[in-house]
């Protein structure tokens, strides 16, 4: 997977990518776990933090932060190898699952870093999945909001910038609609 070159020590990261014609990439419950459990498998292993992310049926967003001079690249190319490999040989298929290359955005300004949590947690209610972020079990919401200890998401890089989980909440879950998301892409 060819990703850009801007991947360096302590840099932030939206990372994105939806299945081939918008088609599901997850299609139960088992696949989403299996994408979690390699994402944790990797992002140990080339230590990168997982600050915020949602898998949603045909597409996914992580924000990341890279801890070391290399790993973004590796990290996200072994994810969508594995999974790929992985989901062709539960449901017999081949080729290819994702619609292209990763998309990278790297995040550069507060005000980016803080809309980019809000985007990632909220996409499930926007699309009409669930009433509230909290109620999907593919994001790393349950982990901000204090109802699940999973491990997989660095929160407390995110929280710190808050008063506390009540006040990160809000911002979540406040005015979501009234925001034009097409600035952060």
Known sequence: M????????NTYHHLYNRGVDK???FFDEKDYLYFMRKMTEYKKK???KILCYCLMPNHFHLFVKQTEDTGISEFIRDLINAYTRG???RYKSKGFLFESKTKSKIITEDEYY???????LINPVTAGLVITAEDWEYS???EYFGLKQEGLTDIDEILSRYKDTVDFKTFITTDFRKFDYSVLF
């Open 2 to 9: 060819d990703m850009p070159r801007y991947f360096y020590k």
């Open 23 to 25: 088609k599901k990439i």
């Open 46 to 48: 080339y230590l990168i």
């Open 87 to 89: 989901t062709n040989v």
């Open 114 to 120: 803080r809309w980019i949590c809000k985007y990632i």
């Open 140 to 142: 790393s919401a349950k």
